[in-house]
């Protein structure tokens, strides 16, 4: 991949939330009940930015070509231990691009969440040339090394306790986007995709990460009813979670900007 012309055009196409007529016409064509979910999908959709945006500022210190790490920095702006970082993150993306987007431009009729999301469109296309890349250079690594820091991420409380967390968070999202209409054959399906892509290169496989992370997703696809149960039961578990013990509003809260922030 050439890295320099990658970033001139991730530097060139930047945009932002205030390039839009937010009172243009066409908000009259979501329905009453559209609106509800479309509430609800769009506070989860900037949770999980916003996870993904923490994961390319870990890239963007972790990568080491210059120019590879503000490619990051510049994806850190538009999503407002790398082994891991670097191969979860596309699996994200492919389910994001390859579903959720398609799927709120074949339903909902509002011209500006077109307009928007054909922006968002784009920004995943350029982000999965990247993830893609940065799967290649990782599998391209030492293997005994690679190895070892696979391990390491495993065996990390911080990881661990993410994965808890992240378990019902996910599975709210894919409820509300189930109730929005969509297929959960259609997000099975992007989610297979990734590992197509993946295993197109045996660089690629070389990768203890991706291996491990296509075998869950494999798993997800070919087991939905279990992951169905796992989910209801992780989400049910965390109605009931003390008050307490939940830790405050997060401060990149007070970050969130209409203007790009690279």
């Not at 080491?64 to 990051?72: A, V």
């Not at 500006?112 to 391209?140: P, T, W, Y």
């Not at 992780?234 to 922030?261: F, G, Y």
């Amino acid at each position: 991949m050439n890295l320099d012309h990658m970033l001139d055009r991730i530097k060139d196409r930047q945009w932002a939330l205030a390039d839009f007529e937010r009172d243009a016409p066409g908000a009259d064509r979501i329905t009453d009940e559209q609106f509800e979910g479309l509430k609800n999908f769009m506070t989860d959709l900037m949770w999980i930015e916003q996870i993904g945006a923490r994961g390319f500022a870990g890239l963007a210190r972790a990568a080491d070509d210059p120019m590879l790490s503000e490619i990051h920095i510049y994806f850190h702006a538009d999503e407002p231990s790398l082994g891991a970082l670097g191969t979860i993150l596309p699996m994200l993306e492919v389910a994001l691009d390859g579903a959720l987007v398609k799927f709120l431009l074949d339903e909902v009729a509002d011209p500006l969440c077109h307009q928007v999301f054909d922006k968002i469109n784009a920004d995943e296309s350029r982000h999965l040339a990247v993830d893609f890349h940065v799967l290649e250079l990782l599998g391209e690594r030492h293997v005994p090394r690679t190895r070892r820091q696979a391990w390491a991420a495993a065996l990390d409380p911080t990881l661990l306790s993410g994965a808890v967390i992240a378990l019902p968070l996910f599975g709210r999202i894919g409820r509300n986007v189930t109730e929005l209409g969509l297929d959960e054959e259609r997000l099975f399906s992007s989610l297979a995709r990734f590992n197509t892509l993946g295993d197109r290169s045996p660089v690629v496989w070389r990768n203890p990460n991706y291996r491990a992370i296509a075998g869950q997703t494999r798993g997800l696809v070919d087991n939905g009813a279990g992951h169905r149960w796992l989910t209801s039961a992780a989400i049910a578990a965390s109605d009931h979670l003390p008050r307490r013990l939940v830790r405050p509003t997060p401060i990149w809260i007070d970050q969130l900007t209409h203007e790009p922030a690279a």
